[in-house]
T-cell receptor
Framework: GAGVSQSPRYKVAKRGQDVALRCDPI?????LFWYQQALGQGPEFLTY????????KSGLPSDRFFAERPEGSVSTLKIQRTQQEDSAVYLC??????????????FGQGTRLTVV | AQSVSQHNHHVILSEAASLELGCNYS??????LFWYVQYPGQHLQLLLK??????LVKGIKGFEAEFIKSKFSFNLRKPSVQWSDTAEYFC????????????FGAGTRLAVHP
């Protein structure tokens, strides 16, 4: 009965370093989302997967951000050459996709990335 | 562009006071509406949601919200707050008809004093 699991919980990166953030969605959930939450703000959409297909990456802020979900379960968000403005909490959410009905998204606890 | 506005960033109440948190959205079509809560140190959890039907929606822990289509609003209410309601509250909108991508407001931080 595990929820959405994210690792690591905290990551400190030196500017210019590459980082990889992992998300384990709830088993059987087809839809997977990544959000970025800056300090004092609400989460902002980054990208969406339906199984292994990345159907929407309109929220990725630059080509330094890359997400994948190769087997339709675990997903990784990679940030290359991190910058200070990348400091934020990165949230993963998953939901059971019904095709035409919107269902609840379950969120992980997030990874807090600090770029120094 | 679609957006969600939460009117209050910080709210401080005493226990037993009534709560109303404002949420307005800008989107002309049909929407699904949500309130999420984040307790200190925990993940975002769904409080309540509106997809269709009765515009007065009841959620967990005594919370309710009213969808007023003409005002593009979905305000959250609770008649009597408790210290355990101290948390950050996020309103979110999803344009219906597709996958459930959420557009969040900036959040309201609620502190309830005993």
């Amino acid at each position: 009965g595990a929820g959405v699991s994210q690792s690591p919980r905290y990551k400190v990166a030196k500017r210019g370093q590459d980082v990889a953030l992992r998300c384990d969605p709830i088993s059987g959930h087809v839809s997977l989302f990544w959000y970025q939450q800056a300090l004092g703000q609400g989460p902002e959409f980054l990208t969406y997967f339906q199984n292994e297909a990345q159907l929407d990456k309109s929220g990725l802020p630059s080509d330094r951000f890359f997400a994948e979900r190769p087997e339709g379960s675990v997903s990784t968000l990679k940030i290359q050459r991190t910058q200070q403005e990348d400091s934020a909490v990165y949230l993963c959410a998953s939901s059971f996709f019904t095709g035409h009905l919107n269902t609840e998204a379950f969120f992980g606890q997030g990874t807090r990335l600090t770029v120094v | 562009a679609q957006s969600v506005s939460q009117h209050n960033h910080h709210v401080i109440l005493s226990e037993a006071a009534s709560l109303e948190l404002g949420c307005n959205y800008s989107y002309g079509g049909t929407v699904n509406l949500f309130w999420y809560v984040q307790y200190p140190g925990q993940h975002l959890q769904l409080l309540l949601k509106y997809f269709s039907g009765d515009p007065l929606v009841k959620g967990i822990k005594g919370f309710e919200a009213e969808f007023i289509k003409s005002k593009f609003s979905f305000n959250l209410r609770k008649p009597s707050v408790q210290w355990s309601d101290t948390a950050e509250y996020f309103c979110a909108v999803n344009p219906s008809g597709g996958y459930n991508k959420l557009i969040f407001g900036a959040g309201t931080r609620l502190a309830v004093h005993p």
